[in-house]
């Protein structure tokens, strides 16, 4: 059997990484977008009106994901109490959120996968 160069699995290392954190500054813009356009919408919808996701970029990243597993699964938004307001939002913002969580996870797993493949072969 053949043995993997190790420049290539470092390459390939650096890719992941770099991919994972392009990805995750995408990822921002998108927060940025979402926090200036919908999530005031969603705060008054979800939160009636309690405006604390929207006060800085911060704390829109984590309302972004929050709401977005509000959208995504019924269990939390039941635990959240959110379960029937959750039918008022509108289906596009909806999907706007979920593909922000799935983004932010897609990068994540790529610069985890990095991180473990530089673990497991030592480099």
Known sequence: MQSIDPS???LVSTYLFFGGCLGIFIWIGIVIYLKSKWLILLEDILDDGVRFYSLNIFFSGNGVLQYAT????SFHAKRY???EKRKKVPIHIQKWFIFSFCWFFSSGSLMMA?????K????
């Open 8 to 10: 290539f699995i470092s």
């Open 81 to 83: 109490g959110m379960l």
């Open 120 to 123: 497991i072969y030592n480099l």
């Open 70 to 73: 509000i959208f995504l699964w």
């Open 114 to 118: 990095s991180m473990v493949i530089h």
